[in-house]
């Protein structure tokens, strides 16, 4: 079995220099890295895409070569049981699935967490003056070489998760409500 795994790292190798040295050919390594890219578990998931679609995992090449238990015990099953098991495993695919879907839920959620724990919640009052930030999408931004805030403005409402409306020096209430990491205080 080791002959075979330094066979195929020795093929790896030779393919990815063949690459390195002239840039042609990418485009025919392009099957490999899909296959990667499908049979590779993801951490939001906890599954690996064609096990979601498919409901089995993938047989990769490696396998093939390197017979593992799952490729020495099919052979022996005659055809209704492995119809039979094949039935088995897409009866089960919404289950896996619907685990996918929590262990995402909860990935989302300890994502959350982790960013919440940096985050510093700034409070801001009514007639509180402050610049709001002009980003590149807007119709503000006059390039990269202009200022980067726009303002002073008056806050006239806070209003709940750190959403503010604010208002121009005479008093013209904005339409649009800002989120409050996109302004910052403004000290005269």
């Known amino acids: 079995m080791n002959g075979a795994v330094e066979a195929a790292n020795k093929n790896i190798k030779r393919i990815l220099r063949k690459m390195i040295d ?4 990418w485009h025919e390594q392009l099957p490999y890295a ?3 890219y499908c049979t590779m578990a993801r951490t939001s998931t906890g599954a690996t895409p064609y096990l979601l679609v498919y ?9 093939v070569e390197i017979l593992s238990l799952r490729i020495i015990q099919e052979p022996k099953l005659d055809d209704a049981e492995w ?6 495993q897409l009866a089960l695919i919404d289950e896996k699935r619907m685990v996918a879907v929590c262990h995402g839920q909860l990935y989302r959620q300890r994502m959350a967490r982790a960013f919440n724990k940096r985050v510093r919640t700034r409070l801001f009052q009514i007639e ?7 980003f590149p999408h807007q119709d503000e931004y006059k390039g990269k070489f202009a200022p ?3 303002g ?3 806050i006239c409402k806070v209003l709940s998760e750190g959403a ?7 008093g013209q209430e904005s339409p649009k409500q800002i989120n409050s990491d996109a302004i910052k205080r403004y000290y005269a």
């Open 128 to 134: 509180q003056l402050v610049l709001k930030r002009i």
């Open 55 to 63: 409901g089995t995992e993938a047989v990769i090449p490696a396998e």
């Open 83 to 88: 119809v039979r098991a094949r039935y088995d």
């Open 22 to 25: 002239n840039h042609k050919g």
């Open 34 to 36: 899909l296959l990667g």
């Open 152 to 154: 002073p403005y008056v």
């Open 164 to 170: 503010v409306v604010l208002a121009e020096i005479d």
């Open 148 to 150: 980067n805030w726009l």
